[in-house]
């Protein structure tokens, strides 16, 4: 079983700060998947990723699956970006939604 | 921008009665997804669907929850005999394929088993 740790558990910044999430596992995965949690409770997903980076918009996410181990980078962060952000990885093969297992999630507050 | 729309959006239930939770998928989405998240706790997987049957399922998801594709386009999920333990907010997912494309939430149902 995968155990997915998250930190910092949550983070309180300023406007404009760069903000990095992490997150590691313990088991081999094929995919990793970081999810914004709004503060009414929806889920929307943000990057999928099973090596390297990717890069959409303020928000870079990396890999290193040798050190099972990702990042979540803001920046120019913006009171807008407050939410919960979760990792969740997955073990199935081409890394889809079957049986995520997800961190407790990092609590993000930017204040303006 | 498609969306996943999911129904009720609270729902207050009795110990012991039968919930129904509906989702519809974006609609040329082939693959399906129960998720739910107890107050304070991590999201949980619970099962996967395609092709009209379960791909995958976690422990939680034991013989008192059910899943089904009635129509073609509702996704629902049952729960026989609800338990206090099963108060938590349910999401429904679905992607268009298993892998490499993203997987859309819909707002969730808020259950509240009392």
């Known amino acids: 079983k995968n155990e997915v740790e998250q930190s910092p558990q949550n983070l309180t910044a300023q406007e404009g700060e760069f903000i990095t999430i992490n997150c590691s596992y313990s088991?081999?995965?094929?995919?990793l998947h970081w999810l914004q949690q709004h503060p009414g409770g929806g889920i929307v997903s943000l990057f999928m990723l099973s090596s390297g980076k990717k890069k959409h918009g303020r928000l870079i996410a990396t890999i290193n699956i040798q050190e099972k181990h990702s990042s979540l980078h803001i920046t120019a962060s913006h009171p807008r970006d407050s939410a919960v952000y979760i990792c969740?990885?997955?073990?199935?093969?081409?890394?889809?939604?079957?049986?995520?297992?997800f961190g407790k999630g990092t609590h993000l507050i930017i204040q303006p | 921008e498609p969306e996943v729309t999911q129904t009720p959006s609270h729902q207050v239930t009795q110990m012991g009665q039968e919930v129904i939770l509906r989702c519809v998928p974006i609609?040329?989405?082939?693959?399906f997804y129960w998720y739910r998240q107890i107050l304070g706790q991590k999201v949980e997987f619970l099962v996967s669907?395609?092709?009209?049957?379960?791909?995958?399922k976690s422990e939680i998801f034991d013989d008192q929850f059910s899943v089904e594709r009635p129509d073609g386009s509702n996704f629902t999920l049952k729960i026989r005999s609800t338990k206090l333990e099963d108060s938590a907010m349910y999401f429904c997912a679905s992607s268009r394929t298993r892998t490499g494309n993203t997987i859309y939430f819909g707002e969730g149902s808020w259950l509240t088993v009392v």
């Open positions: 969740a990885v997955s073990m199935y093969s081409g890394g889809g939604a079957d049986g995520l297992t």
């Open positions: 609609s040329n989405h082939l693959y």
């Open positions: 669907f395609y092709n009209n049957e379960i791909s995958e």
């Open positions: 088991v081999g995965i094929s995919a």
